[in-house]
T-cell receptor
Framework: DTAVSQTPKYLVTQMGNDKSIKCEQNLGHDTMYWYKQDSKKFLKIMFSYNNKELIINETVPNRFSPKSPDKAHLNLHINSLELGDSAVYFC?????????????????FGPGTRLLVL | AQKITQTQPGMFVQEKEAVTLDCTYDTSDQSYGLFWYKQPSSGEMIFLIYQGSYDEQNATEGRYSLNFQKARKSANLVISASQLGDSAMYFCAMRARGAGSYQLTFGKGTKLSVIP
């Protein structure tokens, strides 16, 4: 039983193409995220999506757009791919509760999608 | 703004020895959570341990423990009895409350190598 799954695992494409990465979670979580891990292994939040509220990291180019058909899915669509988009993209999910923090707010990550733009 | 600092880019430890991975954080929030994740060479991100800012006791999960010193704003990960399978990147992260979402801010990671 995979908790957070992503497809594809590897994606090699040409500059200028449009591509999508799919993410699904079966944990019943209500918040999902996309992170980018660069070649130096640094992880940075791109988007979070909770109950149809999208929070965008202001540094993310508008070529990137998340799409959530339902609570269990958050896909990432990328237009006009550039060389600098090559990275590992992680989807994550959490069950967020208001008020005091708790371990339920732990984010569980998918296996990652390794994107290489040529 | 939240910030996580991991000052050790790489660490070596002898098998069966204990090792401490350093993490300091900076936040103005009174309520926050601290996490450690492991990323082996296969690439997945594995959750290890969590510490809440209101927790009075240090968190423990099997061979992992978190040495939480709130006044010093540090949340060091201690791995006891290191195993070869512990060789991986380790990331410290903090839950930031950004506009209603609970984003994680990550440190740059520490690469741990366990020597047989």
């Amino acid at each position: 039983d995979t908790a957070v799954s992503q497809t594809p695992k590897y994606l090699v494409t040409q500059m200028g193409n449009d591509k999508s990465i799919k993410c699904e979670q079966n944990l019943g979580h209500d918040t999902m995220y996309w992170y980018k891990q660069d070649s130096k292994k640094f992880l940075k939040i791109m988007f979070s999506y909770n109950n149809k509220e999208l929070i965008i990291n202001e540094t993310v180019p508008n070529r990137f757009s998340p799409k959530s058909p339902d609570k269990a899915h958050l896909n990432l669509h990328i237009n006009s791919l550039e060389l600098g988009d090559s990275a590992v993209y992680f989807c994550a999910s959490t069950r967020v509760r208001g008020g005091r923090e708790g371990q339920d707010e732990t984010q569980y990550f998918g296996p990652g999608t390794r994107l290489l733009v040529l | 703004a939240q910030k996580i600092t991991q000052t050790q880019p790489g660490m070596f430890v002898q098998e069966k020895e204990a090792v401490t991975l350093d993490c300091t954080y900076d936040t103005s929030d009174q309520s926050y959570g601290l996490f450690w994740y492991k990323q082996p060479s296969s690439g997945e991100m594995i959750f290890l341990i969590y510490q809440g800012s209101y927790d009075e006791q240090n968190a423990t999960e099997g061979r992992y423990s978190l040495n939480f010193q709130k006044a010093r704003k540090s949340a060091n990960l201690v791995i006891s009895a290191s195993q070869l399978g512990d060789s991986a990147m380790y990331f410290c992260a903090m839950r930031a409350r950004g506009a209603g979402s609970y984003q994680l801010t990550f440190g740059k990671g520490t690469k741990l190598s366990v020597i047989p």
